[in-house]
């Protein structure tokens, strides 16, 4: 398995809570960040936006939009990253994407993408 797999996606009502997973792969003699991306509506691929990550040496990121309100967290034994979103706005509709990077000695960084799993916030 290459890239990660995200599940958790969903319709909810705003202040409503979901919770993403992501399993990833690990490789041999490498080290791995996980963060979440997502892409609202209206924009491009490549115009996604970081929401969350944790490094590998476990230390956790948020952008300021989410600060407060998602939690970033993983099981290590399951390779599973996971995003708990709390209060969630209509704002943070988006096709959530899971990203992989992997760090392997003096090799180039590796980076995968999940599919995606969509989160719709109704007002």
């Known amino acids: 398995q290459e890239r990660p797999v995200e599940s958790g996606g969903g319709s909810v009502q705003a202040g409503g809570s979901l919770r993403l997973s992501c399993v990833a792969s690990?490789?041999?003699?490498?080290?791995?960040?996980m963060n979440w991306y997502r892409q609202p509506p209206g924009k491009e691929r490549n115009e996604r936006e970081f929401?969350?990550?944790?490094?590998?040496?476990?230390?956790?990121r948020y952008a300021d939009s989410v600060k407060g309100r998602f939690t970033v967290s993983q099981d290590i034994n399951k390779n599973t990253l996971y995003l708990q979103m709390d209060g969630l706005k209509v704002d943070d509709t988006a096709i959530y994407y899971c990203?992989?990077?992997?760090?392997?000695?003096?090799?180039?960084?590796?980076?995968?993408y999940g599919q995606g799993t969509q989160v719709t916030v109704s007002s």
């Open positions: 990203q992989a990077v992997y760090a392997c000695g003096h090799s180039d960084l590796a980076t995968f």
């Open positions: 690990e490789r041999t003699h490498c080290t791995r960040d």
């Open positions: 929401v969350s990550g944790i490094d590998s040496d476990g230390a956790t």
